[in-house]
């Protein structure tokens, strides 16, 4: 339960401690979670659960799990009265939701690659190992209950988190997501839990649920029925779009265990992520083929490095190499030297300012349009940078800083406006960020004049995978925590900022492949052969058909050009006379 103000808990066997609206942290649907130091708390909703279905009891049991990577319950929360209402755990700091990896831009951006993939989806296989040691089920561990900790210059881990929803002893679990059930079984078992590990890993390393891509005679949101019948991305009818990874990157042995689950309905232990060899029968994808009118596009080719693809672009002509390289696409120039970390670069007059965060340090550089580098002292304590446009903002515990650029006879920062923000609450896009303040959600929306927060409760209840903004139009790729669907939802504010209107669609996925330009105009890439070219202030829609148009074409904005990546290169997609 989200509560407003600060009030006072007891952690047994600890003591008491006092929670404020800063220290929350997140809402689910059994309660919410805060955090106090190195501890996370969370608090039902319905206060007479832990007495009604004997919670105390099972966290008893939930505590004896001991492994880096479960966040088991550790004691019971007590409230003023002595009553029980809720559990501590330890808290994970700098996890990413696992829906977020699915993502192609966010893999791009960390620089997830296959590699992380088997090691990412071998330390999940090793914690349902552990579980099952322990005679406990995980049940509903889907996509929004596994974190992914991603650092630099290390393996990504996974860690598990509402552990207390699992079965273990004489408590049953009697909750799971749709979309990770196993259907065909009657009763929770090791094997669903396995069933249920194999939706997540597969979408790790494809992007793409085994039970989605198209199938004639199926609609796109009969996800379980398709379930039931076994109509997996093997069979032979399904035809999949061509942002799908290529499941060349799954390891032999469980790419065969991938397709003998899901399509052929046997039900036995996966081998590890880890286990070397080639696939018994080579799974071929289907790719999507329609009808497309030729030549209504043109395409070319402005930016390639041979051996170095581009994996991501500003929208002031900055590139990111594979190598972490930055250049400038107008010139091909470089942009000072490769930062580790996730970067932000924005334009200043003939140079850059460039900001790193690998999670340890924040760094932040100038380049001069001389050549000359200077390293720029930040000046607060920030957790973490976030751009929008070409301004650059420092994130502290409770407030979004702009950070002005000086030359005072060398570059500087200094702080200027800010704003107060819940920042454990928040998710971070580009462009725009969504706050997630006691249940009811937010979008952060910085602009000319300033920033935004507004109330957009179209939001409430989704977890956000993906989001770009531009000018007055924000647009979001959420999943649905009841049934693990994904829903794209669009927000177009009035001009004051303070007004919007909203639209809501379903999304086959969690990437939002689309390209807003500030004149107001919006591309987007949902189906292979086909561009959307739309105007969110007047709803004007021109569906563009071309045999060139493909999903795995990466849309991105330049200056006013729609841009995108494809082939390793930049291009730019244009319409023809």
């Known amino acids: ?96 939701p696992m829906s977020r990896v699915f993502v192609s831009d966010f893999r791009a951006r960390t620089g997830f690659g296959d590699a992380d993939a088997i090691a990412l989806s071998q330390s999940m296989f090793e914690i349902v190992q552990y579980a099952h040691s322990k005679k406990a089920l995980l049940v509903d561990a889907n996509e929004l209950n596994w974190l992914a900790m991603i650092n630099r210059g290390s393996a990504p881990t996974a860690a598990v988190i509402d552990v207390d929803s699992w079965a273990i002893g004489r408590w049953p679990a009697t909750v799971i997501m749709p979309s990770i059930r196993d259907w065909s079984a009657q009763h929770f078992t090791e094997a669903t839990d396995w069933f249920a590990w194999g939706i997540v890993a597969f979408q790790i390393f494809t992007g793409i649920h085994p039970f989605k891509g198209r199938i004639e005679g199926y609609k796109p949101g009969d996800l379980v029925q398709r379930m039931k019948d076994g109509a997996s991305v093997f069979d032979k009818r399904a035809k999949l779009p061509l942002s799908v990874r290529d499941f060349a990157c799954i390891p032999g042995p469980l790419l065969d265990w991938f397709q003998t689950t899901f399509q052929v309905g046997k039900r036995n232990t996966p081998p590890a992520p880890t286990a070397k060899g080639k696939p018994a029968k080579t799974a071929q994808i289907m790719r999507a083929v329609t009808t497309a009118t030729a030549g209504a596009l043109i395409f070319e080719r402005l930016f390639a490095r041979a051996g170095d693809p581009v ?31 996730d970067v932000e670069v924005v334009r200043v007059g003939n140079g850059w300012l460039v900001a790193s965060d690998d999670g340890v340090e924040i760094r932040v550089e100038h380049f001069a349009g001389d050549g000359n580098i200077f390293r720029i002292n930040v000046p607060l304590a920030l957790r973490r940078i976030f751009r929008a446009g070409e301004t650059l903002f420092g994130v502290t515990h409770q407030s979004i800083v702009e950070l002005d650029l000086h030359d005072l006879g060398r570059p500087m920062l200094t702080p200027g406006r800010h704003w107060v923000v819940m920042e454990r609450a928040i998710t971070w896009l580009d462009d725009v960020a969504v706050q997630d303040v006691l249940g009811n959600a937010f979008v952060i929306l910085p602009h000319t004049a300033g920033m935004s927060i507004v109330r957009t409760p179209e939001l409430d209840g989704f977890a956000v995978v993906s989001g770009k903004a531009c000018g007055r139009f924000a647009a979001f790729t959420v999943l649905d925590r009841r049934d693990g669907t994904h829903q794209r939802i669009e927000i177009t504010f009035d001009k004051a900022m303070r007004t919007y209107q909203a639209w809501t669609g379903p999304a086959d996925g969690p990437d939002l492949n689309m390209a807003i330009l500030p004149r107001g105009v919006a591309a987007t890439i949902t189906t292979d052969f086909e561009l959307t070219v739309f105007v969110p202030t007047n709803g004007n829609v021109n569906k563009v058909r071309d045999t060139g148009v493909n999903t795995a074409m990466k849309l991105a904005r330049w200056g006013d050009r729609i841009v995108y990546i494809a082939d390793s290169a930049v291009w730019q997609l244009r319409m023809a006379p």
């Open 1 to 96: 339960m989200a509560r407003r103000g600060s009030f006072e808990v007891t952690l047994e066997g600890r003591g008491v401690v006092t929670l404020r609206e800063a220290d929350y942290v997140a809402s689910g649907g059994e309660g919410a979670i805060y955090r106090t130091g190195q501890t996370g708390v969370k608090l039902y909703t319905d206060t007479a659960k832990m007495a009604r279905d004997g919670v105390a009891e099972k966290i008893k049991l939930l505590a004896g799990l001991k492994h880096s990577g479960i966040v088991a319950p550790q004691g019971p929360v007590l409230d003023a009265g002595k009553k029980p209402i809720g559990f501590y755990m330890p808290f994970i700091a700098g996890g990413e």
């Open 311 to 341: 994996v991501r672009i500003w929208a002031n002509g900055a590139a990111l190499l594979a190598s972490g390289d930055l250049v400038d696409l107008a010139t091909g120039r470089e942009i000072g030297v490769p930062m580790p970390g």
